[in-house]
């Protein structure tokens, strides 16, 4: 099976960084943005960068935008470029568009003419940061679903020392263990001090909880909640 | 400093070494702060213990500790790399 190939149009801090981070995971990248001394900067971090103007649908087309499965139209600021541009690319019979809106109104508008997802990385990024801030203990939270959660935690001073199976964590917490980070001090080549981390992925029953151990967990949000408490 | 309080410095961070290696993170914090008391230019005792600080999700403190380590030992890897990462800082961005 081919390799989902990716365009990304507007290159600024949000969508260079995405165009590069794609094209090192092994995915084919084009790159686009009006401005020439942007797209120099990118052309030996993606596979083509190419300066065009994102409103103008045969520049797109002769760029090779046809050719990618998924579009992200990281155009931010400028709501009216956003707009047209999303319109353009999906009357070229792009399959799937990603709009980075800013604004309610930008999302609704993206997603009347067509927008397949959008997405707000100021608004999901604060919202991180304020349960961090809320929740110390909670490192990292994913939504699964409106009850469901992913949820990376400190291990609880409860756990140290015992079983996944003795903690009760599944019986008694109806939560479960899908991998244990644990922090291992050595000293380097250079004869200074450092940790690692070593992850263990779908732990068994027998795996011991440590003290300084990460837990990545999936449960219910109130579960998850009381299992964390003292 | 003299010949004794050198040896004491390196006995208690042998001890705090010890610790840390072992994972005994609230002796190991002990011992480097004896090591300190005696000498607070020991960059090793100062990165250690952001390593700790850090790994207690303790990170004003830890970034405390590496910024220290770094005003006595500008090129400490260990100390810049971490210190970056907190601060989150991506040597790969522009």
């Not at chain 1, 956003?82 to 999906?90: D, H």
């Amino acid at each position: 099976m081919a390799k989902t190939q990716f365009g990304v149009i507007g290159l600024g801090t949000f969508g260079s960084n995405l165009a590069k981070e794609l094209f090192k995971r092994g995915f084919p990248v084009l790159a686009i943005d009006n401005k020439d001394d942007i797209v120099n900067k990118i052309t030996s971090s993606v596979t083509q960068a190419i300066a065009a103007d994102a409103t103008d649908g045969k520049a797109l087309e002769d760029a090779g935008i046809k050719d990618c499965d998924t579009v992200i139209i990281a155009i931010g600021e400028d709501i009216e470029t956003s707009i047209l541009a999303t319109l353009v690319v999906k009357d070229l019979g792009i399959k799937n568009v990603i709009v980075k809106c800013i604004s309610q109104w930008h999302s609704k508008i993206a997603v009347k003419i067509g927008a397949d997802k959008v997405i707000y990385p100021e608004f999901e990024m604060a919202k991180k940061l304020a349960e961090s801030m809320v929740s110390p203990n909670i490192l990292e939270q994913i939504e699964f679903s409106k009850d469901f959660n992913l949820v990376e935690i400190v291990a609880p001073k409860k756990c140290w020392g015992k079983t996944i199976k003795d903690s009760g964590v599944r019986s008694k917490y109806g939560i479960n263990i899908i991998a244990i980070k644990r922090h291992i001090p050595f000293i380097n080549n250079d004869g200074q001090p450092d940790i690692e981390e070593k992850t263990n992925v779908v732990p068994g029953p027998e795996d011991e909880i440590l003290e300084n151990d990460i837990l990545v967990v999936v449960g219910k949000q109130d579960q998850i909640e009381k299992f964390n408490s003292k | 400093m003299d010949k004794t309080n050198k040896n004491q410095e390196s006995k208690i961070q042998e001890q705090a070494m010890f610790y840390f290696l072992n994972s005994k993170f609230d002796e190991a914090i002990e011992e480097f702060k004896k090591v300190l008391e005696i000498n607070p230019a020991n960059s090793d005792a100062l990165c250690s213990l952001g390593l700790i600080y850090e790994n207690r999700k303790m990170i004003e403190e830890a970034k405390k500790m590496y910024e220290k380590t770094l005003i006595i030992d500008k090129q400490n890897k260990v100390a810049t790399e971490h210190l970056n990462k907190l601060i989150g800082i991506n040597n790969e961005q522009d």
